[in-house]
């Protein structure tokens, strides 16, 4: 993208939040876009779209686990639940694996029974095939959630658990689920180990298969450490299958359940500020170091000024980030002449 096509973000985030398609893609092309023109203009649509509602409306939904437990073909059973129920849903398909089904778009409307998913105004799907970075959710997924939770009322994130995955979806998502796989140790050995918070929501996939899933359900349920538990939240253990959709009607409503369970225990408004304050620190780490965190206030400062300003963390992210830039710049000038001549200069010293 070239600094001429570059969208104005005003006007982008207006048609965002309309709902419209195509802008949605657009905002989500500019997101993934690094250079420092587009990250200018990236910082700008996220701040136009920030605001209260971004602390209280719409449901983030993470749904990680082993790879082949089931997760996209859950998806799919649950969009077609949340579709009937006239809720417009957002899908970021971080899963290598879903590319077939979730890239496409056309493969994954035949199994959801909409002919063709592009032609359903209500559901937008993107995959980000191979942006699971080695030991965690690369930092742009994290925008972009957030980007099509202005648009749609439920916003899907898939990602491949394998330990470090399961944190930092647990940073994203209002509600997590983790999907198991029968007759596999991995979930109840990593609970037990505490390497994983516990899942909002533990799926049990092939229930098909019949003793073996019943067996990883129980142990799922004796296996999640007490003391880390919402004493208000139950933690269900759901025994489904995508497949055959069986059970696929409760599981959902215990995403409504939780949800509904955020907002009455206030929870939600917190969780929200403290997963953006984290990932703010995280994409300000990414571009301008430690040493960026540091000339912004340290972590506890920049934490600070992002809780003051929580109902628009993106304009202060956006304020923070000119801040530095402007820094970095006075430092180190961007033309490499001057650096040259500086470089000389010094080694004539
Ligand atoms: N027997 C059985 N197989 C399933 C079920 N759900 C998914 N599968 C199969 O499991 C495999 C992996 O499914 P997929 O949804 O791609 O898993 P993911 O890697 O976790 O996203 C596919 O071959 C599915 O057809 C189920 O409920 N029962
Ligand atoms: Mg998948």
């Given at each position: 993208?070239?600094?001429?096509?570059?969208?104005?973000?005003?006007?982008?985030?207006?048609?965002?939040?309309?709902?419209?398609?195509?802008?949605?893609?657009?905002?989500?092309?500019l997101?993934?876009?690094?250079?420092?023109?587009?990250?200018?203009?990236?910082?700008?649509?996220?701040?136009?779209?920030?605001?209260?509602?971004?602390?209280?409306?719409?449901?983030?939904?993470?749904?990680?686990?082993?790879?082949?437990?089931?997760?996209?073909?859950?998806?799919?059973?649950?969009?077609?639940?949340?579709?009937?129920?006239?809720?417009?849903?957002?899908?970021?398909?971080?899963?290598?694996?879903?590319?077939?089904?979730?890239?496409?778009?056309?493969?994954?409307?035949?199994?959801i029974?909409?002919?063709?998913?592009?032609?359903d105004?209500?559901?937008?799907?993107?995959?980000?095939?191979?942006?699971?970075?080695?030991?965690?959710?690369?930092?742009?997924v994290?925008?972009?959630?957030?980007?099509?939770?202005?648009?749609?009322?439920?916003?899907?994130?898939?990602?491949?658990?394998?330990?470090?995955?399961?944190?930092?979806?647990?940073d994203?998502?209002?509600?997590?689920c983790?999907?198991?796989?029968?007759?596999?140790?991995d979930?109840?050995?990593?609970?037990?180990?505490?390497?994983i918070?516990?899942?909002?929501?533990?799926?049990?996939?092939?229930?098909?298969?019949?003793a073996?899933?019943?067996?990883t359900?129980?142990?799922?349920?004796?296996?999640?450490?007490?003391?880390?538990?919402?004493?208000?939240?139950?933690?269900?253990v759901?025994?489904?299958?995508?497949?055959?959709?069986?059970?696929?009607?409760?599981?959902h409503?215990?995403?409504?359940?939780?949800?509904?369970?955020?907002?009455?225990?206030?929870?939600l408004?917190?969780?929200?500020?403290r997963?953006?304050?984290?990932?703010?620190?995280?994409?300000l780490?990414?571009?301008?170091?430690?040493?960026?965190?540091?000339?912004a206030?340290?972590?506890?400062?920049?934490?600070?000024?992002?809780?003051?300003?929580?109902?628009?963390q993106?304009?202060?992210?956006?304020?923070?980030?000119?801040?530095?830039?402007?820094?970095?710049?006075?430092?180190?000038?961007p033309?490499?002449?001057?650096r040259k001549?500086?470089?000389?200069?010094?080694?004539?010293?």
């Amino acid at each position: 993208m070239t600094r001429t096509s570059l969208p104005d973000p005003d006007q982008l985030a207006v048609r965002i939040l309309r709902g419209e398609r195509a802008a949605v893609a657009g905002g989500l092309n500019l997101l993934d876009n690094k250079l420092a023109e587009a990250r200018n203009c990236a910082a700008r649509l996220l701040a136009s779209l920030s605001g209260e509602r971004w602390l209280n409306e719409g449901h983030l939904v993470g749904i990680t686990g082993p790879p082949g437990a089931g997760k996209s073909s859950l998806v799919c059973a649950m969009i077609r639940e949340w579709r009937l129920a006239g809720r417009s849903v957002g899908v970021l398909a971080v899963d290598p694996s879903s590319r077939p089904e979730l890239g496409g778009g056309a493969l994954l409307g035949d199994r959801i029974r909409i002919k063709n998913s592009s032609q359903d105004e209500g559901l937008f799907i993107r995959s980000l095939a191979n942006r699971n970075q080695l030991g965690g959710v690369a930092t742009e997924v994290w925008p972009m959630s957030w980007l099509m939770l202005a648009s749609f009322d439920i916003v899907v994130i898939e990602t491949v658990g394998v330990g470090q995955t399961e944190i930092d979806i647990a940073d994203i998502g209002d509600t997590v689920c983790y999907v198991a796989q029968p007759a596999s140790g991995d979930t109840i050995q990593y609970l037990k180990s505490g390497i994983i918070e516990i899942p909002d929501i533990f799926a049990v996939n092939k229930c098909d298969l019949g003793a073996a899933a019943r067996k990883t359900a129980s142990e799922i349920s004796r296996s999640a450490p007490r003391q880390d538990r919402r004493e208000d939240w139950d933690y269900p253990v759901c025994l489904v299958s995508a497949t055959m959709n069986a059970g696929i009607r409760e599981f959902h409503e215990q995403f409504d359940r939780h949800r509904k369970y955020l907002a009455r225990t206030d929870l939600l408004r917190g969780l929200r500020t403290r997963h953006q304050s984290a990932w703010v620190v995280r994409l300000l780490k990414e571009e301008f170091g430690t040493l960026g965190l540091e000339l912004a206030g340290g972590r506890a400062g920049i934490e600070r000024c992002l809780g003051d300003n929580a109902s628009n963390q993106f304009a202060e992210y956006e304020r923070i980030r000119k801040h530095l830039l402007s820094r970095f710049m006075s430092v180190n000038p961007p033309s490499s002449l001057t650096r040259k001549e500086h470089s000389d200069e010094q080694a004539t010293v």
